[in-house]
C-alpha cells in the first residue's frame, strides 16, 4: 500500500510539473482514496502531509527522509522548541 501511495503520489508531482489538469485530478483522487482507506494503519505525520496536501513532504517522509522542512504549522521541530 505504502509503494501504491509512493507511485500515485510520484504521478501527481509529474502532473503538477507538466501543468496536466486532469492527470492532476486523477492523482489527486487516487491519494485520496489510498489515504481514506488506509488511514488507520498510517503513521500520524504521513496523514498529516497528506491531508494538508504537502505532498513533496509525503513523498519525502516515504523515501525515509529525517530532514524534512518544518511548515507553517510548526511541525515537531517548532513544536520542540516551544
Known sequence: MLAQLK???TLLMKAIKDG??????AAMGQVEAVLEANRAGLHP????????RSYAKALLFLGGAED?????CGGRAGKEAQ
Open 7 to 9: 507511485d500515485h503520489l
Open 45 to 52: 505525520q504521513l496523514v498529516h502531509f497528506l491531508e494538508q
Open 68 to 72: 524534512i522542512p518544518v511548515g507553517r
Open 20 to 25: 496536466d489538469g486532469p492527470g492532476i485530478i
